[in-house]
């Protein structure tokens, strides 16, 4: 086995996993219990306090994103084509995944295995920003779950509450955040393989990644 003696950069030096996109190399960033907004810094793999929490929005998942993925012109292209309106371009980050797990697991930073059951195409100042919906692998609540249908609609409701919500005053969503809809797995791992597509694309000869 080759061991890993460098600690590597979350967004470029972790592996997706070999069963993408049915199950999918999470790195989280934020947990439910989390009062501070954490994201991790691009040049030096860190993960950084972004800001405190403005208000008491509740994230009900664990959050972070997929390694070696990238939100560009085939996201863009995809978002267009599903939601039936313009949008810009990517939001230029890695793909965003929360994580649904009843267990309480109480610190980010660490990563795990996720099975994506869906997701929201959200567009954020004409920017394509999805938020895939995962479950972790092997929860024994959670895990049983192959597509958000079978999600708890309170849930749903949540997520997609905290998402309208968490950057402005209370009671005044903003109007260049929309969640023009939910989607369910298939559509999620489509989403999944365009964002690496994207990831290729963009850092493949710039960046000696592992597989």
């Not at 972790?14 to 810094?41: F, L, R």
């Not at 004409?126 to 999600?151: F, M, P, R, T």
Request: charged share 30%; proline share 6%.
């Amino acid at each position: 086995m080759k061991v890993q003696l460098s600690k590597p950069h979350p967004w470029h030096g972790i592996p997706i996993g070999d069963n993408c996109p049915k199950v999918v190399t999470a790195y989280i960033e934020m947990v439910p219990n989390d009062t501070v907004k954490y994201e991790i810094d691009k040049l030096t793999g860190y993960r950084k306090v972004d800001r405190p929490q403005k208000f008491s929005n509740y994230l009900p998942a664990l959050y972070g994103f997929v390694p070696q993925t990238y939100c560009g012109e085939s996201v863009r292209a995809y978002a267009e084509e599903m939601a039936g309106k313009h949008v810009e371009k990517g939001d230029g980050d890695p793909l965003d995944i929360c994580v649904l797990t009843e267990r309480n697991i109480t610190s980010g930073d660490i990563i795990l295995e996720a099975i994506p059951i869906g997701g929201f195409r959200m567009i954020d100042k004409g920017e394509a920003d999805d938020k895939i919906i995962a479950v972790l692998k092997q929860d024994e609540i959670y895990g049983k779950l192959k597509d958000v249908s079978e999600c708890p609609e309170t849930l749903i409701d949540r997520l997609k509450h905290y998402f309208l919500t968490y950057k402005n005053m209370p009671g005044h969503e903003s109007k260049a955040v929309e969640i023009t809809h939910l989607y369910g797995s298939k559509e999620a791992q489509e989403v999944i393989l365009r964002s690496v597509k994207d990831y290729n694309d963009t850092f493949r000869s710039h960046l000696q990644v592992g597989v």
